[in-house]
């Protein structure tokens, strides 16, 4: 399975972007998918997640109400719509895959994800 992440950029803040990622490879597998990013000299965090279904979505607190997760399943992408962005959403954004146990099932744990994209650089200037 591999997974390609587009999107970043340099953006004012109060600004919007829409990160993608597709899937490609083992595609058939049901993922729940999520979305992390890890700033320079911090651990990597978890942002949102969403299951494979895409009917049940989580998102870390300090996104919540800013950020949305979404996905379609016949392109196997999924999305992130970063709106209200902030200097400190600056980060390499990456997305991940795992295999799901259930249609509805979201996991927000870095070390439980199976496979990870390269990353996509997000600049936000204040």
């Known amino acids: 399975v591999q997974l390609q992440a587009f999107g970043g950029g340099l953006v004012q803040a109060g600004g919007s972007l829409r990160l993608s990622c597709v899937v490609s490879?083992?595609?058939?597998?049901?993922?729940?998918m999520g979305w992390f990013r890890q700033a320079p000299g911090k651990e990597r965090e978890f942002v949102a997640a969403?299951?494979?279904?895409?009917?049940?979505?989580n998102y870390a607190d300090s996104v919540k109400g800013r950020f949305t997760i979404s996905r379609d399943n016949a392109k196997n992408t999924v999305y992130l719509q970063m709106n209200s962005l902030r200097p400190e959403d600056t980060a390499v954004y990456y997305c991940?895959?795992?295999?799901?146990?259930?249609?509805?099932?979201?996991?927000?744990?870095?070390?439980?994800?199976?496979?990870w994209g390269q990353g996509t650089q997000v600049t936000v200037s204040s």
């Open positions: 490879g083992r595609t058939s597998s049901r993922y729940g």
């Open positions: 991940a895959a795992r295999v799901s146990i259930t249609a509805s099932y979201v996991d927000t744990g870095v070390s439980n994800y199976d496979f």
């Open positions: 969403i299951s494979w279904g895409g009917d049940n979505t």
